[in-house]
């Protein structure tokens, strides 16, 4: 299976949303075969897309969450909150948030545990800057944020962990690893998870590249069995952009079972 995780950050309110998701209900109609598709509008909009996607296949996801049930924590939403709205999955530790509003590993690692304790389904974002990738430490810094976010992390076996490779030079700017690169880490990220969750098989957790997807662009990664999905960010409030990159997952996908 492969995953496709939509990321409309902050860029539709909540009319586009709902059109948005509707969209893609009629993108997904017909189909043989489909990837798995979360959807995740901004905070207003998740109550109006929860009516419009909560009798389909696709899932509702939220961009962030906070790490308490309850409190005062002016402006923060929590898992119980969003669970209550039909949310299933959650972006975390992405890197926008880490450079704008100083989240860091421990924040994350916080988010993490506390997205599991109420049954969401976890993306976690790794990724190292452009000045770390100039001097070659992209395998140490994606090491350090999986260490110190998941060390001690103790999943059950109904839990789910998405690993989004998102490297920060890649967001937003059109370039975008070699697909060997990306298989690499891939390989490396595997490594690590097997120490730091080995009571889990580090083959079920699915490992996602996001960074300048588009639809043009995907098709090389998606075939790559080890390649577990997409997380898409501006491409995907396109939805002839979405419907490509949906149309490149469906292809790998009935390939592999003819």
Known sequence: MKTIVANWKMNVGVRESVALARGTLLTLRGRRISPEV?????????????????????????????????????GEISGRMLTELGVSHVIVGHSERREYLGETD??????????????????????????????GVQRERVRTQLVRVLAGVRLKSHDRLMIAYEPVWAIGTGEIPEVAEILAMNVYIRS???????????????????????????????????????????????????????????EVLDAQIA
């Open 38 to 74: 979360v959807i995740c509008p901004p905070f207003i909009a998740l109550s109006e897309v929860h009516k419009v996607v909560a009798r389909s296949a696709v899932f509702l996801g939220a961009q962030n969450l906070f790490w308490e049930d309850h409190g005062a924590y002016t």
């Open 106 to 135: 421990e924040m994350v690692r916080n988010k993490v545990a506390h997205a599991l304790a109420n049954q969401m389904n976890v993306i976690l974002c790794v990724g190292e800057t452009v000045s770390e990738r100039k001097a």
């Open 192 to 250: 690590i998870l097997s120490e730091v969750l080995p009571e889990m098989n580090a083959n079920k957790i699915r490992v996602l590249y996001g960074g300048s997807v588009e639809g043009n662009n995907t098709y090389p990664f998606l075939r790559e069995q080890t390649i577990d999905g997409l997380l898409v960010g501006g491409a995907s409030v396109k939805l002839n952009q979405l419907k490509e990159i949906i149309d490149a997952a469906s």
